[in-house]
């Protein structure tokens, strides 16, 4: 009957050794993803759209409006070259970021705001939220497989 008690207690103690080592180890990537929102912010504000595309996984998905997706960082490259203003300025800040169980995908949820000019150069302001999903790589960095966000509707005119 002892030996079962310190059985029994031995194995609480090794579940909680456990289950707080992938806690800590769980936070441990949560800062690293919130280091890397940070580090990916500038360096799209650094280096523009290569900048930006330094954070995405050679196979990330990029979500195209009214097309289809696609699954390469060239072709991702290709559409964003069209319609890229390195002078608009884009920040992002996440509220939520969580880490699955497995410690290799993540997702980020935040807020995001673009400063630019409109075609008839007025200064214009968008601002919306966006869901980003992570995928830790080999050397341990975690790179950006699946973007995707949505704009908040213009602010009511007042009369």
Do not use: C, H
Request: net charge neutral; charged share 30%; hydrophobic share 35%.
């Amino acid at each position: 009957m002892k030996t079962l008690r310190v059985f029994a207690a031995l194995l609480l103690l090794l579940s909680t050794f456990v289950y707080g080592a992938k806690k800590t180890s769980r936070e441990q990537d949560r800062q690293a993803i919130a280091k890397a929102e940070a580090d990916f912010e500038k360096a799209r504000a650094d280096r523009g759209l290569e900048g930006w595309l330094s954070f995405f996984a050679d196979d990330s998905a990029d979500f195209v409006r009214g097309g289809p997706f696609t699954f390469t960082k060239d072709e991702m490259r290709q559409r964003l070259q069209k319609d890229f203003d390195p002078a608009d300025q884009l920040t992002w800040k996440p509220v939520k970021i969580e880490v699955a169980d497995s410690g290799d995908l993540a997702y980020s949820l935040g807020t995001w705001q673009l400063k630019g000019k409109d075609q008839k150069d007025n200064d214009v302001t968008q601002t919306g939220k966006y869901l980003t999903v992570w995928k830790k790589e080999k050397d341990g960095s975690w790179k950006v497989v699946a973007d995707t966000g949505n704009v908040d509707p213009p602010p009511a005119a007042t009369p």
